[in-house]
């Protein structure tokens, strides 16, 4: 599966922000999605992710209240809608798809991952 990440920016402190990321050539169904993000420097850390039907979402403590992931299955595209951004948001941000049978399952761990998107930079300065 193909997966193309947009809507990265720079905002200020405070603002909203929504990713998108579309994905092809796949039953898009069958996969858990997850958003990441990645500093230079450090490691690349899970933001949210969501189960195969959108039931079951997990979040990261530094988002948790602020982020919300969504997927929509017969678009094919899995959001993160971002608001009350701050400074330390700043990073490049991935999508993800992992293979799961687990129709509740939610992927936690960034080698569970089967397919990446090219990432998209996201800059909030305060």
């Known amino acids: 599966v193909q997966l193309q990440a947009s809507g990265g920016g720079s905002v200020q402190a405070g603002d909203s922000l929504k990713l998108s990321c579309a994905a092809s050539g796949g039953i898009f169904s069958t996969y858990a999605m997850g958003w990441f993000r990645q500093v230079p420097g450090k490691e690349r850390e899970l933001v949210a992710g969501i189960n195969r039907f959108g039931g079951f979402k997990s979040y990261a403590d530094s988002v948790s209240g602020r982020f919300t992931i969504s997927r929509d299955n017969v678009k094919n595209t899995v959001s993160l809608q971002m608001n009350s951004l701050k400074s330390e948001d700043t990073a490049v941000y991935y999508c993800?798809?992992?293979?799961?049978?687990?129709?509740?399952?939610?992927?936690?761990?960034?080698?569970?991952?089967?397919?990446w998107g090219q990432g998209t930079l996201v800059t909030v300065s305060s």
């Open positions: 993800a798809a992992g293979t799961t049978y687990g129709s509740n399952t939610i992927l936690k761990v960034d080698r569970e991952y089967d397919y």
